[in-house]
């Protein structure tokens, strides 16, 4: 998967302290990073950076597969999800290369500002900040309907989201270790993913009441979508990838939390390499069991309830007469959605408060507690939750619909991330080859897909991006196709607007400032990061 490769951290600091002035340079990086407004504390362990993952996995996955199986077919659920879970795992660990050397506020906003214009790290940051600020009273709401399973009354779906905001709010406001404290609860996803494969798997083999068996030969592996025949199978491929990058994106959102992190380049590099376990456990296992389990053209499918009764696998377990896991599951939906629901406030607020740190925001967001929790960030970004309350009055249904439905926008957002990352990486890996350093500061993670990586994702990300609203044009419809692709012009005029405003310029590569406020080895206590690892060293990390 990866490799590590150690250079001399001392060597490398002190024959590129001095970086030439302009717009990439120690000038210019100071110009834009206040290092001194970046008074976060590093309060947050491993296991946190790792549960920290586990949010991301969250009601797209255990509300949408089922949606995704419709429309791709069982063996077109599992190609999507190879191409997507790829290309989510090329960005990890292209962004990790990056937070490894450079573990500070802003993460792939800062990394765009510093190593390619800092109008792109504008545009990145305001619109990432948009995604999850939009996004956090969306999970709110779901989490709120996903109660509805066990109480149908419509009148408590305000009660639960006054609960939910004033726990999201609560969980944030009292701190990065309180935050990451609470989001072990998810540990219990990898025991729930594995107790749905062995359940499918038994169901599957004969083990339920009603004995079901796997519905691979009929209606088919594949599902024609838009056209008949091959061109419909196709087209049903493409129209997956969006459901799966759905499901998939936002993994890039653990280096937001870097800055935070106690010993960040050994977390951050643990963390990343969980990432391609839980890519093959939770989606491509449960991809494959799900489409052994239920056909692809099953009516229920295609009903959006907003709860568990949504989910394949309580359709499955229903059906094959086991009462109680569909409340287990449910359970797990909704503590997802509430994850989810921290994890947005909390990238939601550490963006704002980089943008602060680095003078694309308002200063006084930058305003930390005596404890190093940035308060007045998380208390802006927690404005959004309110919006959830716009959804109380309407139907479980109608409100799941209109989160599901809106998501084309957030996700092109996700996916313009994911190129902006493969660029800046690209930046990031050529620009030292100019300065003649080799790969990493600190030399205690370097990727061997790289290069190729950071070219995958950016192809990729570009092919994703142009697919995102494709069946628009089948019947179209002007509010669809804005929809679809108005994200596009709003990147463009937020990266536009910015690099006019303050006449920023694309920095070249003998320019690009690898040192200025970055922290040394030594200030984050991880000076044995470069000793040479055994064998058996090795072998223990890769488990």
Known sequence: MASSHHLDVKDFRSTHTHTDSGPGGSDGAASFYKADLDKVQRKLNGIHVQMYIAGVIGTGLFLGLGQLLATTGPLG???VFLLVGSVAFASIVSVTEMAVLAPISGSFSHYAARWVDPALGFAVGWNYFYTC???LPA???AAAVVISFWDHN????SIYVAVLVT??????????RFF????LCRIVFPLISLLKVIGGLVINLGGGPDHTRSYWKRPGPLVSSLEPGALGRFLGLLLGIIYAAFSMCGMEIITLAAAETRYPRKNMITAMRTVFFRIFVCYFLTGLIVGMLIPSNDPQLFKKTG??????FVLVFNRAGVKVLPHIVNAVVLTSAFSSANGMLYSASRLLFALGVQGQAPKFITTVSRNGVPYVAIIASGLFSFLAFLNVNNSSGKVFNIISSGFVGPINVHLSSWLMIGITYLRFYYGLKVRGTGRGMSGAYRS?????AGMYVVFWSIFFILVSGLSVFWHFNGPDFVAAYINLPIFALLYVGWKIFKKTKIIPFSQLDFVTGIPSLEETEETDILEKRTGMQRVRQFL
């Open 167 to 176: 726990a999201v709010y609560s969980v944030n406001l009292l701190g990065p």
């Open 77 to 79: 659920v599992l190609l």
């Open 133 to 135: 600020a939009i996004t």
């Open 180 to 183: 990451g404290n609470s989001e």
């Open 139 to 141: 999970e709110i709401t």
């Open 154 to 157: 419509p009148n408590h779906v």
């Open 307 to 312: 709860n568990a009764g949504q989910s394949p």
């Open 448 to 452: 061997i897909f790289q290069p190729y």
